[in-house]
C-alpha cells in the first residue's frame, strides 16, 4: 500500500504559497487576491519563478498520414530523426497492412508533429 510521508509545514511556508496562489489568481480575479494581500500584509509581490525544464515534454504523438488520412499516432521521443520514424512506422502492426509491399514515392516530415507517406 502506498504510503504518504508528510513533511512538517510551517506557518512561513503555508503564507508563502498561499501568496503565490493569490499572486496566480490577480488575473482572474484582481479584486479579490489584492484584497486578501493586503490582509496579508504583503505590499511587494512578485511573480512566483518556475522551473521550464520541468515543463518541457520528452514524449510526444507523431500523426501518421497515408496518402493524406490519418492512419495512426506513434508516440515517440521529441526531435526524433525522420528515418527513425519511418523505421518505426514499418513495424507497427497497425500500419503495415496500409504499407505492405508498396513503392514510397514521398515522404513528407514535419518535424515532432507529422509523417506523411505518399504511395
Same mark, same amino acid.
Given at each position: 500500500?502506498?504510503?504518504?510521508?508528510?513533511?512538517?509545514?510551517?506557518?512561513?511556508?503555508?503564507?508563502?504559497?498561499?501568496?503565490?496562489?493569490?499572486?496566480?489568481?490577480?488575473?482572474?480575479?484582481?479584486?479579490?487576491?489584492?484584497?486578501?494581500?493586503?490582509?496579508?500584509?504583503?505590499?511587494?509581490?512578485?511573480?512566483?519563478?518556475?522551473?521550464?525544464?520541468?515543463?518541457? @515534454?520528452?514524449?510526444?504523438?507523431?500523426?501518421?498520414?497515408? &496518402?493524406? /488520412? =490519418? +492512419?495512426?499516432? *506513434? $508516440?515517440?521521443? !521529441?526531435?526524433?530523426?525522420?528515418?527513425?520514424?519511418?523505421?518505426?512506422?514499418?513495424?507497427? @502492426?497497425?500500419?503495415?497492412?496500409?504499407?505492405?509491399?508498396? &513503392?514510397? /514515392? =514521398? +515522404?513528407?516530415? *514535419? $518535424?515532432?508533429? !507529422?509523417?506523411?507517406?505518399?504511395?
Amino acid at each position: 500500500m502506498y504510503k504518504q510521508i508528510q513533511e512538517p509545514y510551517t506557518k512561513i511556508t503555508l503564507i508563502e504559497n498561499y501568496q503565490k496562489i493569490l499572486i496566480a489568481m490577480t488575473p482572474i480575479i484582481p479584486h479579490f487576491s489584492s484584497e486578501c494581500l493586503n490582509v496579508l500584509d504583503i505590499q511587494d509581490s512578485k511573480w512566483p519563478k518556475y522551473d521550464e525544464s520541468i515543463l518541457k @515534454e520528452n514524449i510526444i504523438n507523431i500523426v501518421v498520414q497515408i &496518402n493524406g /488520412k =490519418k +492512419r495512426g499516432l *506513434i $508516440k515517440t521521443e !521529441l526531435d526524433i530523426t525522420e528515418e527513425k520514424l519511418f523505421e518505426i512506422i514499418k513495424n507497427d @502492426e497497425t500500419l503495415t497492412k496500409y504499407l505492405n509491399k508498396k &513503392n514510397y /514515392k =514521398k +515522404r513528407i516530415y *514535419i $518535424k515532432n508533429k !507529422l509523417m506523411n507517406i505518399i504511395i
